[in-house]
């Protein structure tokens, strides 16, 4: 097997404080993220994906993503990311400061739609339009 065309790094997404929010049916208060977020960084991971910038009516979780982003926004040895879905969620991620966003499209147009409230297609129009 060649390995010599294998990058020289690579880097480590912590999408936790995200994907692990989320799912969960209270909200956790703005200091308790800030909390469990600092603990990960005294881990030394420095790339997590700290939030979601989706509808807070739908997914309250992350009706303070801006709030959790401002405190982390002077450590610049950290590149924090949030996800957006649509436009409208980039538009709130850009407003927020935050360092970068990541982008989603579900593979089932099932999936999709349960996700987004978008077709598999128009989900990746809306990709391209962001």
Known sequence: MDFTNLPRSIVLTEVGPRDGFQSLPMFIPTAKKIEIIRRIIQSGINHIQITSFVNPKVIPQFKDAEDVISYFSKN????????????????????SGIMGVEISISASNKFSLKNTHM???????QVKEM
Request: charged letters at 35%; zero cysteines.
């Open 76 to 95: 610049h040895d950290l590149f924090l990311t949030g996800l957006v879905l649509n436009k409208k969620g980039l538009k709130r991620a850009i407003s």
């Open 119 to 125: 077709s598999k297609d128009e989900a990746i129009k």
